[in-house]
């Protein structure tokens, strides 16, 4: 089994970050000499879709296990499905929620106790002396992957957080620039995902405000806008660029199949495969 929200751009990434292992897995063999085959189904990055989808896979005798789900809200209501039934390996939930909430569900993303944290240090060293980048204001989707996340930035900002609030994904991004604009930051850190990210650095643009802009994994999908993302920091868990042998083999046979470059969502899940 497979579930995510594949019509999502990084839900697109995953489903062929997925699709990819397979057929890799399939061409060498399958799996003692039977081939491998996904059920997928669309959870919509909905709780109560992906446990209504969890429900089903385990009451299906021909799933074995199941790849996914990608969203941290979403794993955690199938989570508890799953346990004492089937084996489930998130691609890129990372809320820090998901741990030890059962001994059949793992993850092959760091938690966002972590990321948050790497996130935070690094804002902390982004200024160097200066005063005004020692003020961060954070915001995040008020669910499960942006409060861990913002959480963990809020504890380990050597600065001052000078504001923390959340937003929703389709943020109303005027106010909320208008109101940054006020408090001052000159960092702001924002746990969210691409559809918020865009709207709030596209709205800084016109506004003209001019603060470091720093989001997580989340973020990855803001480098459609060259204009808009210019100058943020992502922080990420793969990097295409990386030499290492193993990553550019990955990313030439990904290349080859869909003639894009792959990012985390993608790689997260073929390596959850």
């Given amino acids: 089994g497979a579930a995510g929200p ?32 996904v059920v997928s189904r669309d959870d ?38 799953y346990d004492g039934q089937l084996t489930a390996v998130a691609t890129t939930a990372s809320s820090p929620d998901l741990t ?28 160097g002396t200066s005063a005004a980048l020692k003020q961060a204001s954070i915001l995040y989707e008020n669910d499960s992957y942006g409060r861990g996340g913002a959480d963990a930035g809020r504890r380990s900002f050597l600065g001052t957080i000078v504001s923390f609030d959340p937003i929703s994904e389709k943020v109303d991004a005027d106010s909320f620039v208008s109101y940054l604009k ?32 720093i989001g997580g994994d989340g973020w990855q999908g803001i480098v459609t806008d060259t204009a808009a993302s210019n100058g943020a920091y992502v922080g990420t868990s793969f990097n295409a660029e990386d030499p ?6 990955f990313v030439h046979a ?7 470059k792959p990012d985390a969502f993608a790689a997260l899940a073929y390596d959850a495969t």
């Fill in 244 to 249: 290492t042998p193993e990553v550019q083999r």
């Fill in 182 to 213: 006020v408090k001052q930051p000159g960092i702001v850190f924002v746990a969210g995902r691409e559809n918020s990210a865009l709207a709030i650095l596209r709205e800084a643009r016109r506004q003209q405000f001019d603060a470091v802009f």
């Fill in 100 to 127: 030890g909430v059962s001994k059949w569900t793992f993850r092959v993303i760091s938690s966002d106790s972590l990321n948050g944290v790497i996130l935070a240090r690094f804002a902390s060293g982004v200024g």
């Fill in 44 to 81: 919509k990055a909905d709780g109560e879709k992906a446990a209504t989808i969890a429900q089903g896979f385990v009451n299906d005798p021909a799933v074995l296990a199941v790849i996914g789900h990608v969203n941290s809200g979403a794993m955690l209501a199938a989570s508890r499905i």
């Fill in 6 to 37: 594949w019509t999502e751009s990084y839900g697109v990434m995953s489903h062929r970050g997925i699709d990819l292992a397979v057929a890799e897995i399939n061409a060498s063999g399958g799996i003692d000499g039977h081939p491998l085959r």
């Fill in 254 to 260: 990904f290349e080859s199949k869909y003639h894009v």
